[in-house]
């Protein structure tokens, strides 16, 4: 049998399954107005449990166009964040992906970069898929720069489109593309 690489687990991360209990944590990052407001476009306002029923701890389904994981430390298994790859459709193999390091413990750690590191390996090696794209907020400088790290390439700019206290701000698109991933993994 040949020696394959490890799945969703790094030296200090894994990749878990979402549980329903996560979505208490959900509720609570939701909360936090600098998590939420760097994590997404939406308008932002502190969720309930329940607000997140429909997609926390669900058995996935056949043939399913997202895949999401809790972010859990190793070896204490602390659920610090999420991961998620959605819009997954074949045959075009070209999700977006979504992360962010909820408890506010652990931002700035390199926890983010490392979890995207293991989600490409599964997109890219397990699921197939030809590249793997996202969406941040042009104000999110330390996202910017994980991913610029990580690999992504910024593919266009939607100038203004995103409304924060009273201003408009860029929302950056970046992608990467698997022979990209694999020269950068090595």
């Given at each position: 049998?040949?020696?394959?690489?490890?799945?969703?687990?790094?030296?200090?991360?894994?990749l878990?399954?979402q549980?329903?209990?996560d979505?208490?944590?959900?509720?609570?990052?939701?909360?936090?107005?600098?998590y939420?407001?760097?994590l997404?476009?939406?308008?932002?306002?502190?969720?309930s449990?329940?607000?997140?029923e429909?997609?926390?701890?669900?058995?996935?389904?056949?043939?399913?166009?997202?895949?999401s994981?809790?972010?859990?430390?190793?070896?204490?298994?602390?659920?610090?964040?999420?991961?998620?790859?959605?819009?997954?459709?074949?045959?075009n193999a070209?999700?977006?992906?979504?992360?962010?390091?909820?408890?506010?413990?652990?931002?700035?750690?390199?926890?983010?970069?490392?979890?995207?590191?293991?989600?490409?390996?599964?997109?890219f090696?397990?699921l197939?898929?030809?590249?793997?794209?996202?969406?941040?907020?042009?104000?999110?400088?330390?996202?910017?720069?994980t991913?610029?790290?990580?690999?992504?390439?910024h593919?266009?700019?939607r100038?203004?489109?995103?409304?924060?206290?009273?201003?408009?701000?860029?929302l950056?698109?970046?992608?990467?593309?698997?022979?990209?991933?694999?020269?950068?993994?090595?």
């Amino acid at each position: 049998m040949p020696p394959f690489r490890r799945l969703f687990q790094s030296e200090r991360l894994e990749l878990v399954p979402q549980l329903p209990e996560d979505r208490s944590l959900f509720a609570q990052w939701s909360h936090d107005s600098d998590y939420y407001r760097n994590l997404d476009d939406d308008s932002i306002r502190p969720l309930s449990a329940e607000s997140f029923e429909s997609w926390v701890g669900r058995a996935p389904q056949q043939n399913a166009d997202s895949q999401s994981f809790m972010i859990a430390t190793r070896p204490a298994g602390v659920r610090i964040g999420f991961i998620a790859l959605f819009d997954l459709k074949y045959p075009n193999a070209a999700p977006m992906m979504a992360v962010g390091i909820g408890d506010v413990a652990y931002r700035g750690q390199g926890y983010g970069g490392e979890a995207i590191g293991l989600l490409l390996d599964y997109a890219f090696d397990e699921l197939g898929v030809y590249r793997v794209g996202l969406s941040v907020m042009a104000y999110n400088a330390p996202a910017i720069r994980t991913y610029e790290r990580v690999g992504f390439t910024h593919e266009g700019t939607r100038r203004g489109a995103v409304w924060r206290e009273g201003a408009r701000h860029d929302l950056h698109f970046y992608g990467i593309l698997r022979d990209e991933w694999l020269a950068k993994r090595g």
